[in-house]
């Protein structure tokens, strides 16, 4: 199918900072041509992105670039956090900083984009329904936005079955997929060469 992939690394933050500092190391002595990538994923409600400085440092400086669960549960201030402490420039998830004014402009400033994930919010009670999810209101507003599954086996979705939902409850027509999908491959962890051939398949419709 031609797909390529490219791997990121994940420190679990209900596990706690040892282990996130394990984790890191280990990204760091292994990373290559197919790890190109650290991040953290878990429960938000535990501890605070602070804890995991050390591990996001240490990956930082192997070479790694950066990403990280937040605001899905929590408030617009998780972003605040996390990339205060964290330096990411991805953020998984962050779809309850819709309601926080500054923290948008901050995002929308740095250029830090949003892995959203439509039908898992919807699913898991995060937002009422598709109607009533923000993404395209932080798309209008300038927020670099992407679109993924979450855990394609867990909320029984694909990326066929975002794309329709988001064309339903917004009216998304091939300009604005096409604008989201130049956005994933701007932020994708891999070198120029492959976001050059992915950009010519794009172009063509393939």
């Known amino acids: 199918f031609g797909i ?7 420190c679990i933050r209900h596990f706690g900072p040892d282990k996130a500092r394990e984790t890191a190391r280990c990204a ?3 990373k290559g041509d197919f790890l190109r990538g650290f991040g953290m994923a878990g429960d938000e409600n535990v501890g605070k992105p602070g804890d ?3 591990a996001f440092d240490c990956a930082r400086e192997a070479g790694l670039r950066l990403t990280s669960h937040a605001c899905e549960w929590r408030g617009p201030d ?7 402490a964290l330096k990411v420039e991805r953020i998984g998830h962050g779809v309850r900083a819709h309601s926080d004014a500054t923290v948008m402009a901050r995002v929308i400033d740095e250029g830090v ?5 439509p039908l898992s919010n919807v699913v898991l009670g995060v937002f009422a329904d598709m109607a009533s999810h923000p993404i395209e209101r ?9 679109v993924s599954t979450d855990d394609p086996p867990f909320f029984h979705t694909t990326m066929s079955k975002e794309y ?3 064309e339903q409850a917004f009216g ?4 604005v997929f096409a604008e989201i999908n130049s956005t994933a491959l701007e932020a994708a962890f891999c070198d120029a060469e492959t976001k050059e051939k992915i950009a010519a398949r794009l172009a063509n419709g393939r």
Do not use: P, S, Y
Request: aromatic letters at 8%; a negative charge.
């Open 78 to 84: 998780e972003v605040t956090q996390t990339l205060d």
């Open 138 to 146: 932080m798309r209008a507003q300038g927020v670099k936005v992407t």
């Open 113 to 117: 984009v949003l892995e959203v994930c």
């Open 172 to 175: 998304w027509d091939e300009a």
């Open 28 to 30: 760091a002595e292994t």
């Open 52 to 54: 995991f400085t050390w």
């Open 4 to 10: 390529t992939l490219k791997g990121i690394v994940t």
């Open 164 to 166: 329709a939902a988001l």
